[in-house]
């Protein structure tokens, strides 16, 4: 889909009559609405394309819009703001034994809100270093950290210095388990614009990871938080030395975090620093159609007839836990009319 058809009339708000797409053979097409009184479109491309293809019809910031001759609908300078991203940070634990594989858990969630999850028993099988870890494992990684770099950060160079750390994974990291923390509700908050007027083309978001302060000093008390349970005796049981410190995981833990930042320094001797350079995704971003700024209490655009947008770009917050059901709920059950309801 390349844009919304909007029909505009003098005195009355724009109206949504159909879409434009390009077929299989590249041929730009137009699919309309039989009776644009009686229906609607409904957009639900996610937190990048939502307010991706509405920037592309023409409802946006007039100015920035303008730069790209997109003629301008709706000036809404609210589309692509409050683009958002739960950070999160992994400590690994090497374990004497092998452990029970379990896949992630939510241990428990801090009263500054940060959530405490765990997993283990990679290290079960000799294919399991960098694969069967989920969310850590080095080939998730590669395809999922993009959104670490910030746009014009992003450089051959950047992949080549992945490539070369993958190769080079700490192997003692990934015999155990890990303790994750991640931040309940970011605070920072980005921003998504595009970069030319092409639908194929993937339009430029930052998330300003750790921004806010709140978010990096909630980072490393969850840090905190994890060093505490470290320090129980159950655990000092289970790893592989008892001498191992928490300095010595948070080392053993900067290079198994891998992501895409050109400027690590790797120091672990500050946990703000261990916070901002071991950052994964956990692919749960959002916003960009915030309701109130860009749609309403039902989803509707505001100042446009028959359009809605009804998925995770309509977020304002996110505990950063899985966010899927409540998409698929808000399709289910959202205010949507009740004509369209199944
Ligand atoms: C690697 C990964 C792992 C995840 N794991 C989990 C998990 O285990 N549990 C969980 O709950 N959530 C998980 N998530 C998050 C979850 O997938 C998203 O939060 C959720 O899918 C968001 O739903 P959405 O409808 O907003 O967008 P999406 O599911 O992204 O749907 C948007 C759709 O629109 C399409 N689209 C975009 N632009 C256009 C266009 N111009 N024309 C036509 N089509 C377009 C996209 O291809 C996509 O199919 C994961 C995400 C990722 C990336």
């Known amino acids: 889909m390349a844009s919304i058809q909007l029909k505009q009339t003098a005195g009355r708000q724009p109206q949504a009559v159909g879409i434009q797409f390009k077929d299989e053979s590249g041929k730009e097409r137009k699919a309309l609405l039989k009776d644009p009184k009686q229906s609607e479109v409904i957009l639900s491309s996610g937190t990048i394309g939502s307010p991706q293809l509405l ?15 997109i003629p301008v609908v709706i000036d809404n300078p609210d589309v692509g703001n409050g683009m958002s991203d739960n950070p999160m940070n992994t400590v690994f634990m090497p374990t004497k034994e092998p452990v029970q594989q379990s896949l992630i858990q ?18 079960l099988t000799s294919d399991g270093f960098g694969r069967h870890h989920g969310i850590i494992s ?47 509700v970011p605070r920072s908050k980005g921003h ?30 969850g840090i905190r938080s994890i060093e505490q349970i470290v320090r129980t005796k159950h655990f000092a049981d289970l790893t592989v030395d008892d001498t191992y410190t928490m300095e010595k995981l948070i080392n053993i833990s900067v290079p198994a975090n891998m992501n895409l930042m050109p400027n690590r320094t790797d120091d672990t001797a500050s946990l703000e620093q261990f916070c901002k350079d071991s950052m994964l995704t956990i692919w749960h971003y959002h916003g960009g159609c915030h309701v109130g700024k860009v749609v309403d209490g ?7 007839s028959g359009l809605r947008v009804v998925d995770s770009s309509a977020f304002h917050r996110s505990p950063g836990t899985n966010p899927q059901a409540t998409v698929m709920m808000m399709g289910r059950y959202g205010r949507v009319s009740s004509k369209l309801r199944y």
């Open 55 to 69: 920037l592309l019809s023409g409802i946006g910031t007039k100015k920035e819009l303008e730069k790209l001759n």
């Open 106 to 123: 939510t241990v428990g969630i801090t009263r500054n809100g940060v959530f405490i999850e765990a997993s283990s028993g990679f290290g």
């Open 138 to 184: 080095a080939e998730v990684v590669a395809i999922g950290q993009l959104s670490t770099t910030r746009p014009k950060e992003r450089s051959l160079e950047a992949d080549e210095k992945y490539a070369r750390d993958k190769r080079s994974l700490p192997r003692e990291a990934f015999q155990g388990g890990f303790i994750l923390q991640k931040i309940d």
């Open 192 to 221: 998504l614009s595009l970069v030319d007027s092409d639908v194929d083309n993937n339009p430029s978001v930052t998330f300003n990871y750790f921004s806010h302060p709140d978010d990096l000093q909630r980072c490393v008390s």
């Open 298 to 304: 039902e989803y509707r655009v505001l100042g446009v």
